[in-house]
């Protein structure tokens, strides 16, 4: 006989009959929900939401690191099963069914038997890493869903909080739930911080972690261990398909904005608390909205944000930086050309033709005129020509110089034919530094090999 | 009783089909190691779909498919940005977009929910199998060919069908070109096939797969649709069409085995069915397992037995060379303990029963000697273990006083050093080859 | 166990048994075959290293000269044979020896600097859990100054070229305060300024009465840079001081030589050990 089992599109069921409206709340209830005065209930589940993000960001910095960060995915889902025999297990036994502990146990178990069996497959088989992943998490969340689809049929009334197992349901958790999930994720943070060094260095290199004395697979089993409690803290609050991302977002957002591991850890563990004061206000707010989304995608927004806005590492300091190498390149060019050409002006025609043979787009000249003229190497420009600056000159002239330098080296040292020297050149002599360019000087001068005098002042 | 036209063709044809697909192109995607994109796309294509619906108002399947495929070439694009710009690992960088893209499905869901169309995230999961009834199903089998029959076909199978049909000229139109590109996409690019684009293919026809078994079986069952069927073809067989037929197969016999026991093993409990999509994920798994373990080829089992095999065959090789050795210090004849102070075993019964048996050994008067059988195999094993040491200090350059060991490990496999010398390096005899009369 | 493993069930009761190995030599190797993915790849090593010397080891690629390195220090898993330092289990001087892994088994875009990897050196002597100190920050740095990359010390290390990377490995070695340091390929895609720096610190590492064993690419530096040479091809060739064993005819068998039944062996015994 066929299932009551929610159907994906479908018009007009139950819903539709009360009107559902979708109401925004009032500026005051706003207010006290975000400054933790919208009653005790909600200010805990905003608190222990936003520990969990907390935790959830702190280690998952290691997970990332170690290159471990789908594993959690396959444990997040192989936790489905665990609960619902936990449900069972404790309905046999006359415990409360429903009981978080419980429930998280069982989520425990089958997560971390999950885990195994990912590292059972790829040592028995020839199966790569993906492909165990994948299987160990579908076929267990498989289970999971026979497991829920049994206890629906068999004991209806039960089990409608299990099934927020898989969504999340922030907003409407139980304070005595929200206690555990803090303190786990209490637990987690200290855990983590007080083991960082031990942690970076296995993540680092473990070999070397070996070799020096530590107990490499110790070390990992407790990371794996942390990344477990965490995991299973969260399923409540954002359920299980999106935990992952609690994991794996913040880490990877806050790579951008830092080098160091420390702070790293740091701004990773503020963007998963922030994605989890977001999302379960959002949550308290707007009770329809699940929680688990609304919190991966704060998450989320603050990953596009820090991939493209982040300094040095972000995707527009990349552009500009490319841009401003190329516009320095050209300029140097620009230089040389009128050093050679033995005058002080350019006149617009020249610069034009010039500018045509390189390529360069309107916007590009405009670009370097306006970079040579900012550092003073260019003068003030007349309809007809452009003025090149003393510096100028001096750049100019020092460019052709090492210009000269370097192929003189490649064809002389390196044996490359003197039909590529010129590629060779554009590349290298922008990078050339002052200590390499004397060092030719000298070592050419002392071979006897002819190249241009060094300038006045210069070199 | 366990087959209702009414409440099975349906559904068994909708997973079939599903796993089918879902298999077929999986194989590619274990070939090259994006198992995960599978799930990945799996999840991305939900807001595809949402978007697509509140977009157009309307589920026909064009529309539900071009969202699909729109959301499949997104998430494959998007994972390359971030691996590009966030340097970090494809497993990293698929799990932040497909997460992102699947929160943004499941609230999209909900905005939609309040146009009065109530749709249901949970769904997307474990899929509907079960509503697929057929309220005016004849009573027969017989009753089966008539137009009404092709009037009540559901939309989900009918599209299936089609993706299905095209999935499979895609594979066996482009097999080769796909195969080349799944394990060396430089040289297929060079040699004139756009890998990139057969990525892309391969992506779209996966969203597509997806989002077509998406109604029925849900995103988890597309899942291990995409993997297990290939995974256990795999370790059956070495060849890639055979793995492909094969995965065709298996996908097959899960579908309709998963099916059935989902409704069967409750039933033998008195219970009422179970979901069926994850009955069939976990008969998968099953499969698999069993597959892992039995193997000819590839499993535990084979293996295990192999190497015991290999193990007793080792033992045996020892136990003549030992008494041939012994013979050549003029001790024709071993009792059982001098046996078992020689080659180090202090239960040397069986070995030596063993050794009776195949007429290798003879027992007289409690004493052991080799018969002519064994002299043939004995001198042969010596012969193969002398020219090793020989080889080991003349070629290697090892000490003399180590090759024994070395040699030991060495004598029990081809190849065998070639013949000549006639010493070994203790200046013991190199028996000559038995073989050769 | 293996069924192809070495029948040998001599009791390991130690090296002491054997006369030819000596309980001073910093590094005691006998009979040790090492497999790497169950394929042999060394056979039979026999080698007792010299105390305060500069050791090369050199070969063809593929000739196990990493592998000889990870076994001894138990990073692979031995098929046969014992490996002492001073006479004792590797288990037991742990603190006594340092390790410079090749430079590409190491991700560089952690996120990390040069005086986080060094002061990484140090986490043994620190011990679990606490952290870093100041003091123990002063003792890398002083580490980094010795191969000449004190000013590098807050580069994040992706910035750092090759032979700067290869620096701060080395300046983490040197931090473990060992007597007996193996290096894998440290040479290796090195500026000739780095080449330099590093062979002055191994210079001063054996003044100060250390052994340093190193794995090397470049034949042609051998005789300059190092006292000794263990020359390596599946199994040793010959090994010793560089004036007698670096021969043509020693460096003919190693490089030029391919023990290919040795090799198809190797291959037959991999393919039984994983049961296909």
């Known amino acids: ?459 | 009783m366990y087959f209702d036209l009414a409440l099975d063709l349906f559904p068994l044809l909708a997973a079939a089909l599903a796993a089918v697909c879902c298999g077929l192109l999986g194989n590619f995607l274990l070939l090259r190691k994006q198992s995960m994109m599978g799930d990945a796309i799996s999840h991305s294509v939900l807001p595809g779909l949402v978007i697509a619906f509140l977009i157009a108002s309307t589920r026909s399947p064009l529309v539900m498919l071009a969202g699909a495929t729109i959301a499949g070439v997104v998430t494959v694009v998007l994972v390359e940005f971030v691996k590009r710009f966030g340097k970090v690992e494809p497993g990293a960088a698929m799990g932040v977009v497909f997460s992102i893209l699947f929160a943004l499905g499941v609230l999209l869901i909900e905005k939609a929910a309040v146009r009065h169309v109530d749709l249901d995230a949970e769904c997307v999961l474990h899929g509907q199998l079960e509503t697929l009834v057929w309220y005016s199903a004849p009573a027969t089998i017989s009753g089966l060919w008539s137009v009404e029959t092709l009037d009540a076909i559901p939309r989900q199978i009918i599209t299936l069908t089609i993706i299905l049909i095209l999935a499979i000229g895609f594979v066996s139109l482009l097999f080769k070109e796909l195969r080349l590109a799944s394990f060396d996409p430089a040289l297929a690019t060079t040699l004139g096939f756009n890998s990139t684009l057969l990525h892309y293919l391969l992506m779209i026809f996966v969203a597509a797969a997806t989002v077509a078994s998406f109604e029925a079986v849900g995103s988890i069952l597309v899942i291990a649709m995409l993997i297990c069927p290939g995974a256990t073809a795999r370790l059956l067989t070495d060849r890639l069409r055979t793995q492909i037929v094969l995965s065709v197969l298996i996908a097959l016999f899960t579908a309709v085995g998963g099916y059935f026991s989902a409704t069967i093993i409750p039933g033998w409990f008195g219970r009422d069915t179970v979901n069926a999509a994850g009955s069939i994920t976990v008969f998968s798994g099953l499969v698999l397992s069993l597959t892992i373990i039995i193997s000819p080829s590839h499993g535990i089992l084979s293996r295990m037995i192999r190497r015991i095999r290999l193990s007793s065959r080792v033992a045996l090789d020892d136990l003549l060379a030992t008494m041939y050795r012994a013979q050549e210090q003029a001790q024709a004849e071993m009792s059982a303990s001098d046996i078992s102070d020689a080659i180090l075993r202090s239960k040397p019964q069986p070995l030596l029963n063993r050794a009776v048996k195949r007429a290798l050994i003879q027992r007289h008067r409690g004493m052991y000697s080799l018969t002519e059988k064994g002299q043939r195999a004995a001198r042969s094993i010596v012969r193969r273990h002398r020219l090793w040491e020989h080889y080991l200090v003349d070629q290697a350059g090892l000490a003399p006083d180590h090759v024994h060991e070395t040699a030991e490990r060495l004598e029990h496999l081809p190849p065998v050093p070639p013949a000549g010398p006639q010493t070994d390096p203790q200046g013991k005899v190199i028996p000559d080859d038995p073989q050769v009369p | 166990m293996s069924p192809v493993a070495a029948h040998s069930n001599s009791k390991q009761s130690g090296l002491s048994e054997y006369p030819e190995h000596s309980a001073e030599s910093p590094l005691s190797i006998h009979a040790m075959t090492v497999a790497y993915h169950k394929k042999p790849v060394l056979w039979d090593v026999d080698y007792d290293a010299p105390a305060n010397k500069l050791i090369a080891i050199v070969g063809p690629n593929g000739a196990g000269k990493s592998t000889f390195i990870k076994s001894c220090l138990g990073l692979i898993p031995k098929a046969s044979g014992l490996v002492e330092f001073w006479g004792q289990p590797y288990r037991k001087v742990r603190s006594r020896i340092g390790y410079v892994p090749q430079r590409e088994s190491v991700d560089w875009d952690f996120p990390v600097s040069a005086l986080d990897v060094v002061c990484m050196g140090r986490y043994r002597r620190i011990g679990w859990c606490r952290p870093v100190t100041r003091k123990h920050k002063v003792a890398a740095l002083d580490c980094l100054e010795l191969v000449g990359m004190r000013d590098f010390a807050n580069r994040q290390i992706s910035q750092l070229s090759g032979g700067q990377q290869q620096r701060v490995f080395l300046a983490r070695a040197l931090a473990q305060q060992a007597e007996l340091y193996f290096m894998d390929e440290p040479f290796a895609g090195v500026d000739a300024a780095t080449e330099r720096a590093i062979i002055q610190v191994l210079r001063e590492l054996k003044n100060s009465g250390k052994t340093v064993i190193v794995v090397h690419h470049d034949l042609q530096s051998v005789p300059e840079y190092f006292d000794e040479v263990i020359l390596l091809n599946m199994r040793v060739v010959a090994s010793g001081p560089v004036g007698e064993v670096f021969t043509e005819t020693n460096l003919h068998k190693t490089y030029g030589g391919r023990l290919t039944l040795l090799s198809e062996a190797a291959e037959a015994i991999a393919r039984t050990e994983s049961g296909v």
Request: aromatic fraction near 8%; proline fraction near 3%; hydrophobic fraction near 50%.
């Open chain 1, 1 to 459: 006989m066929p299932l009551r089992i929610p159907i994906l599109f479908h018009a007009n069921m139950q819903h539709s009959i009360q009107e559902v409206t979708d109401e925004w709340p009032r500026m005051s209830e706003i207010i006290e929900t975000i400054t933790f005065r919208a009653g005790y209930n909600t200010g805990m589940v905003i608190g222990g939401t936003a520990l969990l993000g907390l935790a959830a960001g702190i280690i998952g910095v290691f997970a990332l690191l170690r290159k471990r960060s789908l594993m959690t995915d396959a444990l997040s889902h192989a936790t489905l099963p665990g609960i619902t025999l936990a449900f069972l297990f404790a309905g046999t036994f006359g415990l409360e069914s429903k009981s978080l502990p419980v429930l998280l146990v069982g989520a425990s178990v089958t997560g971390v038997l999950g885990v195994i069996c990912v590292q059972l497959i790829l040592h028995h088989t020839r199966l790569r890493e993906d492909a165990a992943i994948g299987i160990v998490l579908s076929v267990f969340f498989g289970a999971g869903i026979v497991g829920l689809s049994y206890i629906q049929a068999n004991a209806p009334g039960d089990s409608g909080g299990l099934n927020h197992f898989i969504y999340g349901q922030a907003a409407t958790m139980r304070v005595g739930d929200v206690v555990l999930m803090g303190s786990i994720a209490l637990v987690a943070i200290m855990a983590t911080l007080l083991f960082m060094k031990e942690f970076a260095i296995v993540c680092f290199n473990d070999a070397f972690a070996r070799v020096d004395g530590w107990p490499v697979g110790l070390v990992d089993l407790f990371m794996m261990a942390l990344v477990v409690l965490v995991t299973v803290a969260g399923l409540q609050a954002v359920g299980l398909i999106l935990v992952v991302s609690m994991l794996i977002i913040p880490p990877v957002a806050a790579r951008f904005w830092t080098d160091r591991l420390s702070v790293l850890v740091l701004i990773s563990g503020i963007i998963g608390a922030t994605s989890g004061y977001l999302g379960a206000t959002v949550s308290a707010l707007f009770p329809r909205k699940p929680a688990g989304a609304v919190i991966v995608l704060t998450a989320g927004c603050i990953f596009v944000l820090s991939m493209f806005l982040a300094p040095k590492r972000g995707v527009f300091a990349h552009a500009i930086r490319r841009v401003s190498v190329r516009v320095k390149v050209a300029g140097d060019h620009l230089l040389e050309h009128v050093y050679e050409s033995r005058q002080s002006t350019l006149t617009s025609d020249d610069f034009a033709n010039f500018a045509r043979m390189q390529g360069w787009s309107p916007l590009f000249q405009l670009l370097i005129r306006f970079a040579l003229r900012r550092e003073n190497m260019l003068g003030s420009k007349t309809r007809s020509e452009i003025r090149v600056t003393e510096a100028g000159l001096e750049r100019g002239a020092r460019v052709s110089r090492n210009h000269a330098l370097w192929e003189q080296y490649l064809v002389s040292h390196a044996d490359i034919a003197p039909s590529h020297v010129d590629w060779s050149v554009d590349m290298v002599e922008h990078v050339l530094s002052d200590e390499l360019i004397h060092e030719l000087e000298t070592a050419l001068r002392n071979q006897g090999v002819d190249f241009p005098p060094s300038l006045e002042g210069v070199g």
